[in-house]
T-cell receptor
Framework: DAGVIQSPRHEVTEMGQEVTLRCKPISGHNSLFWYRQTMMRGLELLIYFNNNVPIDDSGMPEDRFSAKMPNASFSTLKIQPSEPRDSAVYFC??????????FGEGSWLTVV | GENVEQHPSTLSVQEGDSAVIKCTYSDSASNYFPWYKQELGKGPQLIIDIRSNVGEKKDQRIAVTLNKTAKHFSLHITETQPEDSAVYFCAASKGYSTLTFGKGTMLLVSP
C-alpha cells in the first residue's frame, strides 16, 4: 500500500510567498484531514473533508489559509501570504468511515 | 469542544522496565481513544485503540485501559526496548473523525 502521500516533504520559503501543500489520500478512503504540528500547540486539526466536501474548517487559523479537495484522490492546503509563525509540520491523514486514521509523513514548512 | 490532557510530557526508563502514560478527556460523549506513536521525521502511526464499551485491550507488550467514569485512559508498555523510544500521543473522539490529541509524551528507553 502506498499510504498517504504528501508533497513537498520540506519547504523553505520567504515571508509573503504563497505555499501550496499537496496530499494524495489512500485509495478508497472517503475522509481527509489536515493537521498542523508545532512544539507549542501539538497536533491541531485544521480542516476535514468527507466525500470531498469540507465538513469542519473551524481549525483554520485565518483567511490566509485555504484548503480544497477537487476529487477523491487529491487535496491542497494553501497559505497566502505565508508568515514565519506558519512554520510547522503539516500532516494530511485519511480514513474510510469507521476505521483507523492514517497519517502521511508530513510537510515540514519553514517561513523565513 | 473536547480537551485532552496527557502526562507526563517526558518519560525516561531503563530497557526492560514498564512505561505508563496517562490521559484525561473532558467530553463524556467521546467513545474512541487511539494511541499513536511518532518517530523522528515521520507521521504518527496508530499502535492501539480502545472503544468506550471496553475497559482494557492488549496487544503483545502494549495495553490500554479506559475508565469512562473518571474520563481517563492509559497506555502501558511492558518490557520496554530502545526501539520503543518515540513520542506517544493519546487522542479522543466521538466516532473516528476529528480526533483531539494530547500534547504528547517523549519516551526515552535507555539500554
Amino acid at each position: 500500500d502506498a499510504g498517504v502521500i504528501q508533497s513537498p516533504r520540506h519547504e523553505v520559503t520567504e515571508m509573503g510567498q504563497e505555499v501550496t501543500l499537496r496530499c494524495k489520500p489512500i485509495s478508497g478512503h472517503n475522509s481527509l484531514f489536515w493537521y498542523r504540528q508545532t512544539m507549542m500547540r501539538g497536533l491541531e486539526l485544521l480542516i476535514y473533508f468527507n466525500n470531498n466536501v469540507p465538513i469542519d474548517d473551524s481549525g483554520m487559523p485565518e483567511d490566509r489559509f485555504s484548503a480544497k479537495m477537487p476529487n477523491a484522490s487529491f487535496s491542497t492546503l494553501k497559505i497566502q501570504p505565508s508568515e514565519p509563525r506558519d512554520s510547522a509540520v503539516y500532516f494530511c491523514a485519511s480514513t474510510s468511515s469507521g476505521n483507523t486514521i492514517y497519517f502521511g509523513e508530513g510537510s515540514w514548512l519553514t517561513v523565513v | 469542544g473536547e480537551n485532552v490532557e496527557q502526562h507526563p510530557s517526558t518519560l525516561s526508563v531503563q530497557e526492560g522496565d514498564s512505561a505508563v502514560i496517562k490521559c484525561t478527556y473532558s467530553d463524556s460523549a467521546s467513545n474512541y481513544f487511539p494511541w499513536y506513536k511518532q518517530e523522528l521525521g515521520k507521521g504518527p502511526q496508530l499502535i492501539i485503540d480502545i472503544r468506550s464499551n471496553v475497559g482494557e485491550k492488549k496487544d503483545q507488550r502494549i495495553a490500554v485501559t479506559l475508565n469512562k467514569t473518571a474520563k481517563h485512559f492509559s497506555l502501558h508498555i511492558t518490557e520496554t526496548q530502545p526501539e520503543d523510544s518515540a513520542v506517544y500521543f493519546c487522542a479522543a473522539s466521538k466516532g473516528y473523525s476529528t480526533l483531539t490529541f494530547g500534547k504528547g509524551t517523549m519516551l526515552l528507553v535507555s539500554p
